[in-house]
């Protein structure tokens, strides 16, 4: 910990680097390297990251409330959640994607080939893992009160003052000062807003219609999306013979969907997935959410680096978000760490702007990608639905683009964690 840092304050704080953060720290103005504000996946898996590499951290936000959502752990996540000490609290809770189907339900004229991926064609088990988000959020919390180096204040960041040598963030409990201020605060992101951070944002006539049901027919551990004229309809395997969905639709259906009696919505479920799994019932909570994009103009600057959604947000199509945010996590807590490493400073603006340009790429690519797939089906537009169609087409027929699709939708970084079949030393993928 820098003596600058640790004297920034008038009112004298405890420095954390002096003495180990503990519960003793929980009320008070204290200092620390890092703060992470917002305690949602993205913001927990952050300060677990940092703590490890023992880095003061300290996490200020309220614990997750209810989720009802299950997430896609696509490629690297699971090894990202297995080395911050997560993935054995949630293994147990997750269910292995081995296979994933596009279903073109669109009823046009011009329509694609039903195209099916195999994890096995790049030599995996599995694509990911899906989890409910409810386990999640206890793994990442059971890991959070378990990490040294790491202190949770539960409260909400009220304010934040940045200067040139690092950021206080005023909480109902005193301040936290640190030399680095990530924003993991969600889509809205007052930490994004106080360091000048703008986004580029658009809104779809759309919204995700969520919940959870179980079935007569196995799923076979395979992802089912159908394709429609109001966005994606998709099917995610749970344990045993049940299934997450995400149904995409207009925003005034999603919510008559969700006001529906569960016979009524079970039966129009079923419908819409044209039996492929049989009788259906809705067997968990319901939330409809709003589709929206935004993606930062810059992911860090001002002692601030944007992290999850507070950085990027993208529909829920193709399971992207936040396999997203734990990429963003990876590559932050790899520069800061080199940082402290060498006693630097991990707030600095050449640790912003290597953030800032390891991540532009990934994330903008995903925002685009989604885009067009989301955009090819609302539109009437013939040349659009043409492309998409000769697009999986050609998916469908050609073995090496199918592969090449594959890597790409797992995203940068590493091999999907788990039990790959064998090392893909030579594909360069991933
Ligand atoms: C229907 C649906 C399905 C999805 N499915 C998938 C999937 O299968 N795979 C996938 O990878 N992604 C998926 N996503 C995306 C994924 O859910 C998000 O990317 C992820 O939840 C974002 O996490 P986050 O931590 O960045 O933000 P959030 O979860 O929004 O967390 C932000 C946190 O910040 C806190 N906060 C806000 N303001 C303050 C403040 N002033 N002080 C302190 N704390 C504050 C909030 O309380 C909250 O806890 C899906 C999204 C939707 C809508």
Redesign the pocket.
Same mark, same amino acid.
């Given at each position: 910990m820098a003596d600058g840092l640790a004297s920034a304050s008038a009112d004298e704080p405890v420095a954390a680097g002096e003495a180990p953060l503990s519960p003793a720290h929980t009320d008070g103005d204290i200092v620390a390297e890092i703060a992470v504000?917002?305690? &949602?996946?993205?913001?927990?898996?952050a300060a677990l990251a940092f703590a490890a590499a023992g880095i003061d951290t300290v996490l200020? &936000?309220?614990?997750?409330?209810a989720?009802p !959502?299950?997430?896609?752990?696509?490629g690297a996540?699971a090894d990202v959640l297995r080395e911050i000490g997560v993935w054995q609290h949630v293994e147990a809770a997750s269910t292995p994607l081995e296979t994933m189907r596009l279903i073109d339900d669109t009823g046009r004229l011009v329509r694609a080939p039903e195209v099916t991926f195999h994890a096995g064609e790049l030599d995996l088990d599995a694509f990911g893992w899906?989890v409910a988000?409810e386990a999640l959020n206890e793994g990442f919390a059971t890991a959070v009160a378990a990490a040294s180096n790491l202190l949770h204040r539960p409260?909400?960041?009220?304010g934040f003052e940045i200067d040139a040598a690092g950021v206080t963030?005023k909480?109902a409990r005193g301040s936290v000062r640190a030399r680095l201020l990530v924003a993991?605060?969600?889509? !809205?992101?007052?930490?994004r807003e106080a360091a000048g951070l703008d986004v580029i944002s658009w809104s779809y006539p759309q919204a995700?219609f969520?919940t959870t049901l179980s079935h007569v027919r196995s799923h076979g551990l395979a992802s089912t999306e159908f394709h429609t004229t109001t966005g994606p309809f998709t099917l995610?395997p749970l344990a045993g013979r049940r299934s997450?969905l995400?149904w995409v639709e207009r925003p005034e259906r999603a919510n008559a969907l969700a006001a529906l009696a569960d016979g009524v919505l079970s039966r129009e479920i079923e419908r819409r997935a044209h039996s492929i799994l049989g009788a259906m019932q809705v067997d968990g909570p319901r939330?409809v959410?709003p589709?929206s994009t935004h993606v930062a103009r810059r992911f860090a600057g001002n002692r601030v680096a944007l992290? +999850?959604?507070? +950085?990027? !947000?993208?529909?829920?199509i193709g399971?992207?978000?936040?396999?997203? +945010?734990?990429r963003d996590v990876r590559s932050l807590a790899a520069l800061v760490s080199e940082e402290t490493r060498c006693n630097g400073d991990p707030g600095k603006a050449g640790v912003l702007d290597a953030y800032d340009r390891a991540r532009r790429t990934d994330v903008a690519g995903r925002a685009v990608g989604v885009d067009l797939l989301n955009r090819s089906l609302l539109s009437d537009f013939l040349p659009l639905q043409l492309a998409r169609s000769v697009g999986l087409y050609a998916a469908a027929e050609f073995p090496p683009l199918r592969r090449l699709l594959m890597r790409g939708g797992l995203g940068p970084g590493a091999l999907p964690a788990g039990r790959p079949r064998r090392p893909l030393v030579a594909s360069g993928g991933f």
């Open positions: 504000v917002g305690a &949602g996946p993205t913001g927990m898996a200020i &936000g309220p614990p997750t409330g989720d !959502r299950t997430t896609a752990l696509l996540s899906n988000n409260v909400t960041a009220d963030v909480t993991a605060d969600g889509a !809205r992101s007052p930490a995700a969520v995610v997450s995400v939330g959410l589709l992290i +999850g959604e507070a +950085g990027h !947000r993208i529909p829920p399971a992207q978000g936040l396999n997203l +945010g734990l």
